[in-house]
């Protein structure tokens, strides 16, 4: 590949990876405006969050499928479209549920922009090339991750919450103009005989359970499990699980081969994954709301509680590889759950009387954990056959992607009976958010501390007993 080619599909490479892992964190900040501006509750706001998240780890494995199928060049440059065109309609949004449907649009074309693009990675690339764009890609990822709320606290005190969407659209522009540059090699394939090897039925049931659950949880928190439609959609969340695996178990090209599920390690890093993303993306996402509500800080002050975070993640990150050979990968990815799981108690005990000094340690310890946790994909699919790498990736990738939404859920769910019960106890609005977002932390590392056990445990290649043995 001719040298400035490779430097536009690198710096493409890059530029996705950044814009749709920031559309993950940059909303969190701008939520109490948000709120404010369109009428919205916090089960509302939940959805704002999880629609994009949902979105966008449902259709992962799809995504790659129909990159395999369409071509690279083609699925990156639709998604790219999608992504920047529901951009400006989130911006446009003038309801709470405009908003959210824009953002699961924008998820659509996330899940075909990322699988595409590490495809590009992996087949298109000189061998020589592809450790540098993967770190490429790691550091993109990691630095949209944690400048997200800076970015988006910034967006919304001086310009308004809406450029924080409408700020997409010039840099989809660029990576538009980026993507001829993608070889356009590629299988493509039209009509009926592309219809049967995509699994169509197991993206439709697979999406409908995890919608129907979130609705159900979501319901749930905010009023009761008991509470009508909340048993039915979970038992419709159940049945259409079910049906789901019976459909993969038959498929002739499934969207998950369920033999994979008897891969220990692969099973042990989905969960480890899961684990890790219910505390993150629960610690941005209420701690936003925290830093505003409670101790009364501006946009951009809440984000800027985050640069350290960004900082620690950034430096730390590439010697994460380090750390994983000299302890072996499942001692140093169990320790970096474990200080992401002591950041969230950190945080938890702050206080309504909190400085920035105060949340400091505890974010951290996130930062420093979270990037000892990147080998954690790589680990997790090692011992996978090569035929089934690429669905091993997207089965792990989805997982990260979809806890995000089970965080901000289940976290949720907890603050919201928390701070129900305390304000029908006759405490004050803002020491009753706080009880239920020190409950919801607590539960969240809980979750954490869990993924650094089953990390230790599962992710150990068997026979292997030597110091740095991965």
């Known amino acids: 590949m001719h040298r400035g080619r490779l430097s536009a599909v690198l710096v493409l490479m890059a530029l996705t990876g950044f814009l749709t892992t920031l559309d993950n964190t940059v909303i969190n900040v701008a939520l109490p405006t948000v709120q404010e501006e369109l009428g919205l509750d916090v089960a509302d706001l939940e959805w704002v969050a999880a629609s994009y998240v949902l979105s966008f780890g449902t259709l992962l494995l799809a995504g790659g499928r129909v990159a395999d199928l369409a071509g690279r060049r083609a699925v990156m440059a639709v998604g790219v479209v999608v992504f920047t065109g529901s951009s400006c309609a989130a911006a446009l949004a003038d309801s709470g549920t405009a908003l959210m449907a824009a953002r699961a649009v924008q998820g659509a074309g996330a899940a075909l922009v990322v699988p595409a693009s590490l495809a590009v990675v992996a087949r298109d690339l000189p061998p020589r090339r592809r450790a540098t764009a993967i770190g490429l890609w790691t550091a993109s990822l990691a630095l949209a991750l944690a400048l997200g709320p800076v970015i988006g606290g910034f967006v919304t005190e001086h310009w308004g919450w809406t450029w924080i969407f409408l700020l997409n659209v ?266 239920g977002y020190d409950t919801g932390l607590r539960l969240a590392a809980g979750c954490v501390l869990l993924g650094a056990v089953v990390s230790v445990v599962a992710l150990r290649r068997p026979g292997r007993h030597r110091r740095g043995a991965a």
């Not at 999406?207 to 499990?225: D, M, Q, S």
Request: charged residues 10%; proline residues 6%; glycine residues 12%.
């Open 170 to 435: 010039p840099f989809g522009v660029v990576a538009l103009l980026l993507v001829p540059a993608v070889p356009a090699a590629g299988r493509r394939g039209t009509g009926r005989w592309s219809a049967s090897l995509l699994d169509v039925p197991g993206v439709v049931l697979s999406a409908v359970a995890l919608f129907l659950l979130t609705y159900a949880l979501v319901k749930g928190g905010e009023h009761t499990f008991s509470t009508p439609p909340v048993p039915l959609f979970l038992w419709l969340s159940a049945l259409t699980g079910i049906a789901f695996l019976l459909v993969e178990a038959r498929a002739f090209l499934p969207l998950v081969d369920l033999r994979m599920l008897r891969d220990r390690i692969l099973v042990g890093g989905v969960a480890a994954q899961v684990l890790w993303g219910v505390g993150v993306n629960s610690v941005f996402f209420f701690t936003a709301l925290y830093l505003q509500q409670v101790l009364g800080f501006s946009p951009v002050e809440a984000g800027a509680v985050f640069l350290p975070l960004a900082g620690a993640l950034l430096v730390c990150t590439p010697f994460a590889e380090r750390a994983a050979r000299i302890l072996g990968a499942h001692r140093s990815i169990a320790a970096g759950l474990a200080l992401v799981a002591g950041g969230l108690l950190l945080v938890a005990g702050t206080g309504a009387d909190a400085s920035y000094a105060d949340l400091q340690p505890g974010l951290l310890l996130i930062g420093v954990g979270s990037a000892l946790t990147t080998p954690l994909t790589v680990r997790s699919i090692a011992d996978v056959p090569a035929t089934r790498t690429g669905m091993a990736s997207g089965l792990v990738s989805a997982a990260r992607e979809i806890s995000g939404v089970f965080g901000v859920v289940l976290v949720g769910i907890v603050l919201t009976r928390t701070e129900r019960d305390a304000l029908a106890d006759g405490v004050a609005p803002h020491t009753a958010f706080l009880d």
